[in-house]
């Protein structure tokens, strides 16, 4: 059981608007720790998507938006093409934790129909 | 371009250790802390240890202390993990991963991914 909770699937019809949900606790995103998000394409290494909340890296196209409100994070995929269907994994720090800290959602598989 | 490149990964009965590595490029290594990240198959990310940019700050997993090991050499732009009494629940792809800063935090993150190295733990 995975310390943040995302939905296991999602889908959408290309064009379409989809958002995936992080949900923490008091110890991680409720305590204001930033909420990072990745995307897994198929066969393929995770890479950074969205980092501190809502900031895109360079080259990450403005179809992907994040924000964060109490103890949830969302992202946000707009203009749905066929291309991001991936997996997609929330990231943030939980202060209960032993080690670094680090902690991943369970990850949600969107499927594009 | 950042470039990370992991190996040693392969089959190896229970009980038994591996030690994996990963050669870093395209950046000041000795900048950054570094972490190993594991994909059990079909499985979701688990963090399993990191390193600070000059080992002064070590962490880990609380399903590996104890058994594992993380270890770098900036002189030679590589990241290690020494993985010793395997069992055959650290069956999983390793990635190598870059923090974006030196030291392992509250904010941290991970800006760049090895594509993994597969380790199976069976008898």
């Known amino acids: 059981q995975s310390v943040l909770t995302q939905p296991p699937s999602v889908s959408g019809a290309p064009g379409q608007r989809v958002t995936i949900s992080c949900t923490g606790s008091?110890?991680?995103?409720?305590?204001?720790?930033?909420v990072h998000w990745y995307q897994q394409l198929p066969g393929t290494a995770p890479k950074l998507l969205i980092y501190?909340?809502?900031n895109r890296p360079s080259g990450v196209p403005d179809r992907f938006s994040g924000s964060k409100s109490g103890t949830s994070a969302s992202l946000a995929i707009t203009g749905l093409q066929a291309e991001d269907e991936a997996d997609y994994y929330c990231?943030?720090?939980?202060?209960?934790?032993?080690?670094?800290?680090?902690?991943f959602g369970g990850g949600t598989k969107l499927t594009v129909l | 371009e950042v470039q990370l490149v992991e190996s040693g990964g392969g089959l190896v009965q229970p009980g038994r250790s591996l030690r994996l590595s990963c050669a870093a490029s395209?950046?000041?290594?000795?900048?950054?802390?570094m972490h190993w990240v594991r994909q059990a198959p079909g499985k979701g990310l688990e963090w399993v240890s990191g390193?600070?940019?000059?080992?002064?700050?070590?962490g880990y997993a609380d399903s590996v202390k104890g058994r594992f090991t993380i270890s770098r050499d900036n002189a030679k732009n590589s990241l290690y993990l020494q993985m010793n009494s395997l069992r055959a629940e650290d069956t999983a792809l390793y990635y190598c991963?870059?923090?974006?800063?030196?030291?392992?935090?509250?904010?941290?993150?991970?800006?760049?991914w090895g594509q993994g190295t597969l380790v199976t733990v069976s008898s």
């Open positions: 501190g909340n809502s």
């Open positions: 990231q943030s720090y939980d202060s209960s934790l032993s080690g670094s800290g680090v902690v």
């Open positions: 008091s110890s991680n995103i409720g305590a204001g720790y930033d």
């Open positions: 991963a870059k923090d974006r800063a030196g030291y392992s935090s509250s904010g941290s993150y991970f800006d760049y």
């Open positions: 390193i600070s940019w000059n080992s002064g700050s070590i």
């Open positions: 395209g950046f000041t290594f000795d900048d950054y802390a």
